[in-house]
């Protein structure tokens, strides 16, 4: 009998660990294999999720943008009965973030897949933004060069509008500073912006206003992990 495939969500923020159900813990603890995407970060929720855990006991393989070697492994861990847990960097697995190829392969392979419920920043910005959410689209990073960035915030601004549809995008955190005042720069008074950071964290912040509000403003996101929200 072939293993299975758990997708199991991290949290958002350190002090965070109530937005994750209870049930993670009996899920992660009958697990020995994990495929992460950040080994420090995976390490640290197990240990959160249940002390009693012994890392060493537990086998690792990295899973990102930079390393996928692994993947080779992950059949013959299944066709020999074991189960795979995977563990994002923080949030949900597979959205926005590698997983989504260990999950291909897993179909690929007639192998279960099992998602389990966690915080997602994305939706949960979404939920808070006021914005519409019937229709939107999760675009990941915008361009971070001159002039395309301006040429993006545009074209995306202008799609918002036509469509009435909540546009979705993140940045590297010590960009968040600059990319606010693009959008405020390229983008019309009446268009609303919502930058939601540090999302269920005692530090959570989430200001939704329109262009001419937030030039009236002085705040900075710098380093502060965010999610930018666009309705034309």
Not at 168 to 190: G, H, M, V, W
Request: hydrophobic share 40%; charged share 20%; with cysteine.
């Amino acid at each position: 009998m072939k293993g299975s495939l758990h997708l199991i969500p991290n949290i958002l923020a350190e002090d965070a660990l109530e937005a994750m159900p209870s049930y993670l813990t009996e899920v992660v603890t009958k697990l020995n294999i994990f495929y992460v995407e950040e080994i420090k970060s995976a390490r640290r929720l197990l240990k959160k999720l249940n002390r009693d855990i012994v890392i060493d006991d537990l086998t690792f393989y990295m899973l990102n943008e930079h390393e996928n070697e692994s993947l080779a492994e992950a059949k013959k861990i299944w066709l020999a009965g074991n189960d795979i847990g995977f563990i994002s960097e923080a949030g949900c697995p597979s959205v926005a973030d590698p997983g989504q190829e260990l999950v291909a392969l897993a179909h690929q392979n007639e192998v279960k897949v099992i998602p389990y419920v966690g915080p997602n920043s994305i939706l949960l910005a979404l939920m808070a933004s006021g914005f519409n959410g019937q229709q939107f689209q999760f675009l990941g990073y915008l361009p971070n060069k001159q002039p395309f960035l301006s040429s993006k915030i545009k074209e995306i601004e202008i799609e918002s509008r036509v469509k009435n549809c909540t546009q979705i995008f993140i940045e590297t955190p010590y960009r968040n500073d600059q990319l606010l005042a693009e959008l405020l720069k390229n983008c019309s008074n009446e268009t609303r912006i919502c930058v939601a950071c540090y999302l269920t964290g005692k530090e959570e912040q989430i200001i939704s206003k329109s262009v001419s509000q937030w030039k009236q403003m002085n705040i900075s996101f710098h380093k502060k992990p965010a999610v930018f929200l666009l309705l034309g």
